[in-house]
C-alpha cells in the first residue's frame, strides 16, 4: 500500500517552482520536525491514535508499524470500550477538533513515515519507509468508513475557492513546499479503496459537490463516479443526474460528462436519451469536446447512428472533425462505416472546402495528436478514382503543410513524394494529383517547401516517365522554390543547378529531353518574371541571359520554336502571368520569325514550281473574287524557295500565331494588328490534286507533300477560328464562318485520301505532345486491329487457299479514318470557339433553295464539328474513364494529348463555360427535333416519291438527316455529362451551377425567364426531355435520354409526390423505346443487346408494381418471339409484333434481368408482425398478396425455361431463384403461418404453386448436372439445400397447424427441362452424390436420384 501512495503522489501535488537547493531544503525540514511550532491537541482522537503508534506532527505524521497491522491494533483498542457505539461517537467528535486545524487536515492527506527508532526490522523486504496516510487508514476500518466518508465530503466545499495550499513535506517525500490540491488529494483517496459501504449514497453526495467546485475537480468526481457504482438500477439515475449537470452545472466538464456516461449501463429508452444530448453537442458544443463525444456515441451504437445524425446536421467545423476522427478510429467497421460517410459527403458536395481549411485553422492541435491516422486517410483519398475525393485528399495535404508542425510537414512531403514515384507505375492520377499539391504550396509559400527543396529535386529528377503535363508541374515547381525572395546559399546553389541541367537538356540528342528543356525554360522565365528587381536579383539580366541560351540552342530547330512558343501560350493561359518586358520581347521575336518564314507578297506567290513538282497556287480568299486582286499579303504553306516542307513548317505558323496573339491580348486586349491574317489567302498546292482520281497518280512522295499541305491547312485555319471565334465584329464573324466551313471541307479530304496512300501515312507534328508519338504508321496501325478481328473468324485449317488469300486480303483493307483518329493531329480549338453555337441552323432544304439568305448561319456539317471536339473536351475533363489512345500513338498512349489548352483551366472555368453554352444547344436540340418531327428527310422511301427531287438531291437529304441524328446525339450527351457531373470546389457553388443549368433547359432556348423555384426547374426540364423521347433517330439517344431523366430524378429528395410522377414518366417512356424498330439496330446486334437492357432496366426500376410489369411482359412478349421462330415466313404479321427487337437470340438479357428484378423485390418483402391488432392482421394478409404475385411470377419465369433451355437462361434461374426460396422461406413462410387459421385455402395455394416451381428447380439441377457444364453445376449444391430447407420448413408449418398428414415427403425422380424421365448418372447403388442424406429408402429396379418432394 505504502507503493502505491508513492506512486500516485505526483498525480496529486504539484511541485512548487520556488523550492530551494536541496541541501538547504533538508536541514531547514529538520529543524522543522525536531522544533514545531504548534503541538498536537490531547483528546480521546489522538490518544487513542497515539496508544496503537501513531504520531501526530504539522509537517508530516509517523506510524509505528505497517498500515494493516495499524488498522488491526486501532479497530481491537475502540473495541475494548464497553459501547463500541459511544466510542466512536467520541472517536469521531474528537476527529472534527483536531482537524479543524488546516495543518493537521493538510498532514492527514499525505503519506505517514515509518517510524524507525520503533524495534521494527527494517530490513524486511516487505517494509517500506512510506505508509498509508491517516485518512486513508481510518477509510480502511469498515467501522470509520461511513463517518470519515461524510466528514470529507463536507470538507470538500471549503475548498471551492481556493483549491490548492501550499504544505511543507517531511525529508522523506524530498522536504521542501509543495503546492497540492486539497480536493484531488480527497478524491484520489477514496478512488484507490478497496471497498465502499454505500456506494450508490456517496455518488448522489458527490455529484451534489460538483456542481459548486471549480471545473477540475468537479471533471475528476464526474470521472471517478462510475467506479461506485455496483447496481446496475442506480445507472440511469446517476446518467440522468449527470445530465442536469451538464446543462447547470461548472463549464467545461462535457468530455468527463460523456466519458462517465460511457462507463454506464443504460436501458435503450434513456441511450436514446443520451445519444440524442450527444448529438445535440455536436452541433454546438466546443471543439475540444468532439473527441470524447464522438467515441461516446461509438460505443453506445451499435451502429455509426452518429453518421446519420452528423448529416443531417449543417456542416460546421466540429462535424469535419467529427467525421476525420470517425475513419482513423481502431475500430474497423465503426471507421469503414465513417469513411463511407465521409466520401459520400465528398461527392455529393455536403463537405465544402472552406470548411475543411478553417477546421486545420483553429483546431490543427486536435489533428496533430491523430496525424497519421489522417494523413492514412489522406493518402487513400489521394488513390480514390474519384476525382472529387482526390481532390479532398490533395486539400488536406495543403493543410498538413499549412498549418502542422515541422514533423508533420516532412511526413506529408514524404509521402507526396511517395505518390510522385507512382508514375512509373501508370498512376497518372496519382502522381497529378501530388505535383498540384507541390505547386500551389510553391506558388503561394515557398518559404514552406525551402527546407525540403533538395529532397523535392530529387524527387522530380524521374522526368523521363512524365506526361508533359507533369513536367511542366515539375518545373514550375523547381523553378518557384529555385527564384523566390529567399537569398541564402541552397537557393542560389539551386538556380545554378537548374541552369546547368537545362542548358544538359537543350543540347540533348534525344528529342525528348530536348522538349523537357525548353518546359524548363520557360517555367523559369515565368518564376523569374514574377519577382521583384532589387540590388541583389537582376531580372531583365536573368531572362536575357536564358533568351540568349534558346536562341542559340534553337537557331536551326524548327520544331523547338514551335514547343517553345507554344508553351508561352500555355502559360498565358494558364494561372501564370508573364511580365510585360518579356511578353513584349517574345512577341517581337515571334513577329520577326512569322514574316521571315511564312508572309509573302505577290512577287513571291506568282511563283508554280515546288520541290516535289506540284503545281501551287493562292487559295482559300475570303474575299470576293473581282477582289482577289487587292490581296497584297499570303501566308505561305507550300513554300518553294525552303528546303522545308509542310510537316515541318506548319507546327511552326501555327505556333507563332498563338502566341502573338495571346501575348497581345495580354497587353492591349486587341488584335488589331494580327487581325488581316484571318482574310489572308493561303499558297498551297493546287486543288485539282484533292481529287480522288488525280491523287491516286500521285508519287508516294507527292502524296505525303499532298496530305501534309492539308494538314497544315486546316490546323491553320482552327487556329483562326480559335483566336478571332470571340470578336464582336460583324465582319469577324462572318469570316470566322467561312473558315469554319473551309476546315469541315479540308476535314473531309483528309479522311477521303489518307486511306488511299499505298505504304501508310505519319501526320505531320501538331506542335504540342511528344514528337515521337508519330512515327507510327496510320494505315497499319487502322488495319491492325482489323487483321486481328477478322483473324480469329478465319479457319486456315478447313478453308482454300485462294479464298483463304481473298480473306486475308479483305482482313488488311483500308479502314474509314474517323475524326476521333484524326483528332491527335489537329491543333486544339479554343473553348471559346463554342461562342459559335449562338448562330442559327440553316438545314439542307432551305439551303438548297436560297444559298444567299441573309443573316449569319452554320450548317449542321458545321454544327456537329463543334460538337463532337465539345463532346471529346467534356469528356475529358468532366468524365473519369479517360479515352483510348489517339491514332497512331502508343497503346499506353497519354490521354491528354490535344486537351493541352483545356488543362490550362482550372475546373471550375470548364464547367462554368460549358454550362453557359446550355442555352444555345437548348435552341439547337429543338431545332433539330422539329426537323426530326417533320419528317422532311425521314428516309430514301420519302425521297424516291418525290418525282421531283433528283437522286443527288435526295442523297444530300439522306446524308443530312445523318447528320441531324448525329448533331441530336451529341447534343444529348454533353447535356448528360454536364447533368451528371458532381464535383467539390473551392470557389464555385455546384449547386448554383446546378441551378443555371436546370434554368436554361426550362427556358427551351427562349428568352423567357426561368422558374426560380428548384422544383418546377426540375419537373420543366424533366418533361423537356420526356417531349423528345418521341422523334429519336436510334437507340443511343433513346439510351441518354433515359439516363437523363433518371439522373433528374435522382436530384429529387424531399417531394415523394414528384418522384412518383417522374418515375411513372420514365417507366412509360422506357416500355415504349422497347415497342420501337430502332434503324440503327437493324442488323447490328452489338447495339441490341446493350440497348434492351438499359431500356428493360429502367422499365422494371421505376415500374409502380415491377411484379406486375413482369408479368405483362411475359404475356405479351413470349408469344411475338415464339410466334416468329413457329411461323418465319409470315412477314404480314411483323406490324403486330409488340417488341421488334426482342428475338430468340437475346430474350436471355431480358430473362436475366427480371429474375434479379424478382429476387430483390422478393428480398424486401419485410417479416410479418406477430400482434392481435387489426392492423397487423390486414398487413400480414398483404404480405400474403404480395408473396403470392411473387411465386406466381416465378412459375412464368421457370416455365419459360421449357421453350428457352439455353445456358444462357438456366444460369441466372439457378442463381436467382435460389435467392427467391430463401425469402420466402425468411418472410414467406412466416406470413403463411401466422394467416393459416384464418386463410387456410389461400396459404395451401400458395404453397402448392410454390412446389410446382421447386420441383422443376429440383429438374432444372439434374439436367445441370447432366451436361456437365461447370457454370451451371457451381450453382446447384446451394440451390438443392434451399429447397431442402423448405421443404421442412413447409413441413414444420403443417405440424404447428396440427395438419402434419396433409403433408407427404417422397422421392422425385431424375427428369429433364420437358419432364421426361432420365436415367441415373451413378454406376452403383453404394455409390453416393449430393443426396445421399436423404433418408427415405429406393425402391425399384432403376436408381433415382432422391431429392426431397412434398404434396399437401
Known sequence: MASANKRRRPLTVTQDKTKEPHNKRRSKNQKNVTQPSKTVPSNFFTTSLSDVGFQFGYTGNKIGCESHSFRQKLIKFLMQRDVLSESLQEFFSAMEDTLSDEDMFVAGLFPSELDSNDNFDMSSQNSEILQDSLIKLLLSCDELQGDVLEYLIKKLPLYTENENVKVNLLPTLSGGTEVANIPRLILNHLRWLDFINESSALASKLLEMASVMQSMVACDIISFVPDLLTDECDHSTVAATLCDLLNNGPEKITSAVFDALSNLMLPNSMLKEMQDLAISNLACGSVEDMPVVVKYLLKSCKTVDVGKEVNDDNVHVGDVVCLFLLCIIHNPQHSKQATVLLYSKIRNNQLPFAIVQKSFELCSYLFHSHFKGVCKLAKNMVWSSSQQIRKMGALLYEMFLLHMDNFCKQEAIGYLVEHISSVSNSGTHEADTALDVLCIIASNKPEVLTSYANYIRDALDRMDIMSLKQVRASYAVLSSLAYNECTDAATLGMRDEMHMVLQKQLTHVSDKYHHIGIIGCVSTMVAISRMDQNANFNKSKELSSLMQTMNYVLRNDILGWAIFYDEIYLVTLGNSKICKSLAKKVSTDARVKLEKYFLSDKEESSSSATKCKLDSALRYFLLPEDQHSESDVSIKIVNNNNKLNAKQMSPLLCSLFCAIAALEKTQSSDLGEIDALLCCPLQTYASKYEETDTFQTLSSDQM?????????????????????????????????????????????????????????????????????????????????????????????????????????????????????????????????????????????????????????FILPSHLLYLLNDLKQKVKHRLVLNKLPPGFGHKSGGNSDIGFEKLDQLSMDEVVTKVVKLTTHLQTHLTALAEKLKSKTVSGPEDADSDDSMSSVDSGIFLKEHETIADCFESILEILLHVLTWNCSHQNTSPQSLLHQFLGQLCSKGSDSAAPVDNTAMLSGSFRCFVNFSSILPSSTCGCIVLKLLTSLHGLVTDNKSQQTWMAKKISKAADDFLKVDWNDCAGNPSKVSPALQAFFAAFLKYSEDPLLSIETFIKHALPDILGDNSEPNQEDDESHITYPLLTKANFHILYKGMFEVLGTTAAAIPTPSTAKSNASRVDNVDLLLRWSEAVKVLEMLIHILKSFSSRSTIGPALKHAKSVVESFVRTGIPACEVTFREHQDDVINLLKKIQSSTRQLQHLACHSKVSKDSSLTNHVPALKRSLETFVFRVKALMVLHNCHEAFWLGNLKNRNLQGEEILSQMPTAGSSDDDSDDVTPQQGDKTTEQSYSESY
Open 704 to 856: 505525303t507533300s499532298v496530305l501534309d499541305t492539308l494538314f497544315a491547312t486546316v490546323n491553320w485555319f482552327r487556329e483562326l477560328i480559335s483566336v478571332f471565334a470571340c470578336e464582336s465584329d460583324d465582319d469577324f464573324k462572318s469570316n470566322v464562318l467561312d473558315r469554319l466551313k473551309q476546315a469541315c471541307e479540308l476535314q473531309a479530304t483528309l479522311q477521303r485520301l489518307i486511306p488511299l496512300t499505298p505504304n501508310g501515312y505519319v501526320p505531320p507534328f501538331m506542335g504540342s505532345g511528344k514528337r515521337e508519338a508519330t512515327v507510327v504508321s496510320w494505315r497499319t496501325v487502322a488495319a491492325s486491329s482489323e487483321t486481328k478481328k477478322m483473324s480469329k473468324t478465319l479457319d486456315c485449317s478447313t478453308m482454300e487457299p485462294k479464298k483463304l488469300q481473298k480473306e486475308k486480303k479483305a482482313a488488311v483493307a483500308p479502314v474509314a479514318i474517323t475524326t476521333s483518329l484524326l483528332r491527335p493531329h489537329l491543333r486544339e480549338l479554343n473553348i471559346d470557339v463554342f461562342s459559335l453555337f449562338q448562330y442559327p441552323v440553316q438545314f439542307c432544304k432551305e439551303n438548297h433553295v436560297n444559298s444567299t439568305s441573309e443573316g449569319l
